[in-house]
């Protein structure tokens, strides 16, 4: 019996090591932030222990990246990283430092999501090529590209449902989404937004190529609905995700940029570029509940402190600052200045939720934001224009 | 080097039989017949490709039955739909007007994809002698009514009295701009357009109780077309503002921008009038025919002082 007891024992033991050695591991994945540089050769990652630049991992080539995101593969932390200028993405294995594989893809390559679903165990990723209107469907088991979608109009946001049973494909360059069965990797809807707009003019194609279209479709935490704004028509639209038809339209403010939602569920909020407010729209009733007053150009918002604050990226002729809002108090708070002659790209919110990292392309430096404190600590020299960042597991990164 | 008005004519001659011999030598006929042998290979790969193109755009799946959709849903004019199923798309399309067309567009470049810069349409602006404001619209874009707003706001706190409406080489743009801006100057109740649709009339009315009642000059080109030519009739009707330049495009049709299978198709789906009764292809003649750009502005600062 005693011996019973000390085997059990000892396999708990085991247990527990090990299952701290993932905790350890998983938090040491928790702990980088990665920039892709517009201008350098290499990605950065960030220590946010130490917040010190930690490693460089050299792409060997100048290629205009713009985003990245990470997961956890079979054989540790990877990294996908678009090349826009060189119509490629790497495949990065963080520990080793080292690129795997460059696929060639469609032209611009920027935004994607990365998903795994019952019809693909293992990751799989969906790369909007800007430029030719395409989506390159990524095995990132095989490191291949497997399927290029056409019929896109300047695919921007790629977002999959809860299952990743389906894909949103946001077209920037009209006002339609499209929906993708990921087990066949097929166009299965289009969604429209706003009305077909009417032009009169000698050269129809000067009005194409000014068309603000939707940026992105941004899920509510349960997944149940998904909000898109669309520049033109000034409005949300809600969409239902069981059925894919929009059930409202919202109406915002000038040049609706794209929706973030709270972690909490609670809110969607929307930056109007045009008229510099920030709609605050209920995420449960689907109704507009406020609008903030904001200012200069607004590249993105970030949630902190599960919900109740939030910040929104702005850049204005002169100078970069924060907007700060409180979503308890449903007001403005004021806002944070960064610097003079700056401009603010992306951020991204921390696991824990409490602290965001900024960059900031025109001094080569990330910011680092206390949401307790909002106290302001920069990180100098990451890399040459930092562009798009992102932390495995973060709460929100985003880019543009 | 002087001119030489009295050449000789023998010695002429010679030097052209000269010239003429060398310029056929050998060298030289191998090299033109290089030359026409470049020159076609060129003519008939462009034609190959461009019928290749062609016959790439009747191949894209679903692309006629949804033009069919389209110009059924919003065509300005009747047509038949059911001749259409045995006629291919080139022949579709070349049944519409002339102001419709299928088109690919290009991607957007730098920031202005992002959606976070607007280019402004209203340039040079600025208060000159007597108080004449002047101000040039290139296009209308979605945000030119509010560009005129402030424009229109600030060159009244500087001081101007009269307004000289630069309107050359504006193509047109977005019509809903265009006629928020012509509502600005239309009376309470007045006709700011009329619109002629598939099937029915649009009479739109002004909304507007506090119109800018101001002397002004326009100055328009043989590039100004559309809603910048609505814009300038309607200024002229409503505001006696006075025309100046060269006769305009007369383009006065509207059109929907479709997306059809990653192509897009611009349709007409109606013209637009100002008084009821004006030709579809009517261009504005105006008031005074000048065609040097210095003298235009000359005679519209002229007409403003006086």
């Given at each position: 019996m005693n011996k019973i007891k000390l085997i059990m024992s000892g396999l708990i033991l085991c247990l527990a090591v090990s299952s701290n050695a993932q905790m350890e591991s998983l938090s040491e994945e928790n702990n980088r932030l990665f920039v892709a540089n517009q201008d350098s050769d290499y990605v950065s990652v960030i220590d946010l222990k130490t917040l010190q630049l930690s490693k460089k991992i050299n792409l060997d080539i100048l290629s205009a990246s713009h985003m990245t995101m990470a997961w956890t593969g079979k054989t540790g932390q990877k990294l996908l990283v678009t090349m826009t200028g060189r119509n490629e993405v790497a495949i990065v294995d963080v520990e080793k430092g080292i690129v795997e594989a460059k696929l060639p893809v469609g032209r611009s390559p920027e935004h994607f999501a990365i998903e795994k679903n019952k019809d693909y165990p293992e990751y799989f990723a969906y790369v909007a090529n800007f430029d030719d209107g395409s989506i390159s469907v990524i095995d990132l088991a095989l490191n291949k590209e497997i399927k290029r979608i056409n019929g896109f109009y300047e695919p921007h946001g790629v977002t999959f449902n809860a299952d990743a049973s389906k894909a949103y494909i946001a077209n920037f360059g009209a006002h339609r989404i499209d929906v993708i069965d990921t087990a066949k990797h097929?166009?299965?809807?289009?969604?429209?937004?706003?009305?077909?707009?009417?032009?009169?003019?000698?050269?129809?194609?000067?009005?194409?190529?000014?068309?603000?279209?939707?940026?992105?479709?941004?899920?509510?935490?349960?997944?149940?609905?998904?909000?898109?704004?669309?520049?033109?028509?000034?409005?949300?639209?809600?969409?239902?995700?069981?059925?894919?038809?929009?059930?409202?339209?919202?109406?915002?403010?000038?040049?609706?940029?794209?929706?973030?939602?709270?972690?909490?569920?609670?809110?969607?909020?929307?930056?109007?570029?045009?008229?510099?407010?920030?709609?605050?729209?209920?995420?449960?009733?689907?109704?507009?509940?406020?609008?903030?007053?904001?200012?200069?150009?607004?590249?993105?918002?970030?949630?902190?402190?599960?919900?109740?604050?939030?910040?929104?990226?702005?850049?204005?002729?002169?100078?970069?600052?924060?907007?700060?809002?409180?979503?308890?108090?449903?007001?403005?708070?004021?806002?944070?200045?960064?610097?003079?002659?700056?401009?603010?790209?992306?951020?991204?919110?921390?696991?824990?939720?409490?602290?965001?990292?900024?960059?900031?392309?025109?001094?080569?430096?990330?910011?680092?934001?206390?949401?307790?404190?909002?106290?302001v600590t920069k990180i100098a020299n990451v890399g040459i224009t930092p562009w798009g960042t992102t932390i495995q597991g973060d709460m929100a990164s985003y880019c543009h | 080097m002087p001119l030489n008005k009295n050449p000789k004519p023998t010695l002429d001659c010679e030097i052209f039989l000269d010239s003429h011999k060398q310029r056929w030598s050998w060298d030289r006929r191998l090299k033109l017949f290089v030359t026409i042998l470049l020159v076609c290979t060129l003519f008939v790969s462009r034609n190959y490709l461009l019928g290749d193109e062609r016959s790439k755009i009747n191949e894209i799946p679903g692309l006629k039955k949804a033009i069919v959709q389209a110009i059924q849903k919003y065509y300005f004019k009747p047509v038949n739909i059911n001749e259409f199923e045995k006629s291919s798309l080139s022949e579709i399309l070349q049944v519409l007007d002339k102001d419709s067309s299928l088109i690919q567009s290009e991607p957007k470049k730098s920031d202005f994809v992002r959606g976070f810069k607007n280019k402004k349409s209203i340039k040079n602006y600025k208060i000159i002698a007597e108080k004449i404001g002047v101000f040039h619209i290139s296009y209308f874009s979605k945000s030119t009514a509010k560009e005129f707003e402030k424009i229109h706001k600030k060159l009244t706190k500087d001081g101007a009295s009269k307004l000289i409406l630069d309107l050359r080489g504006n193509e047109g743009g977005d019509f809903d701009s265009c006629l928020k801006i012509t509502e600005r100057f239309v009376s309470y109740g007045e006709t700011l357009a009329i619109i002629q649709e598939k099937e029915k009339k649009i009479i739109k009315k002004s909304e507007n109780k506090v119109p800018i009642k101001i002397p002004m000059v326009i100055l328009v080109d043989s590039n100004t077309a559309s809603s910048a030519e609505f814009l300038a009739s309607s200024l002229r009707k409503h505001n006696q503002a006075t025309i100046i330049g060269l006769p305009t495009q007369g383009k006065r049709t509207v059109q929907k921008m479709i997306p059809v299978e990653t192509l897009w198709l611009s349709l007409t789906v109606g013209t637009w009038e100002i008084t009821g009764n004006s030709d579809e292809s009517e261009k504005i003649e105006p008031d005074f025919f000048i065609a040097n750009k210095d003298q235009q502005l000359e005679k519209a600062i002229s007409l403003c002082k006086h």
């Open positions: 097929e166009i299965a809807k289009q969604l429209s937004i706003g009305d077909v707009y009417q032009v009169a003019l000698k050269n129809p194609s000067r009005y194409l190529s000014e068309i603000k279209g939707i940026a992105n479709v941004t899920l509510t935490s349960n997944g149940r609905y998904g909000y898109a704004a669309d520049g033109d028509s000034n409005l949300v639209a809600v969409i239902d995700t069981e059925k894919d038809s929009i059930v409202k339209t919202i109406p915002v403010g000038e040049d609706p940029w794209r929706t973030y939602h709270s972690p909490d569920g609670k809110w969607m909020l929307v930056p109007n570029n045009g008229d510099e407010t920030v709609s605050v729209i209920d995420a449960e009733k689907h109704k507009l509940r406020s609008t903030f007053p904001a200012g200069g150009t607004i590249t993105g918002i970030n949630f902190v402190l599960g919900g109740k604050k939030a910040y929104a990226l702005a850049t204005t002729e002169s100078e970069a600052l924060l907007h700060v809002y409180d979503l308890q108090k449903m007001k403005e708070k004021g806002t944070i200045l960064i610097g003079k002659g700056l401009r603010l790209e992306t951020a991204s919110t921390s696991v824990d939720g409490k602290t965001i990292y900024v960059a900031s392309s025109v001094d080569n430096s990330i910011y680092s934001i206390d949401a307790e404190t909002d106290k | -």
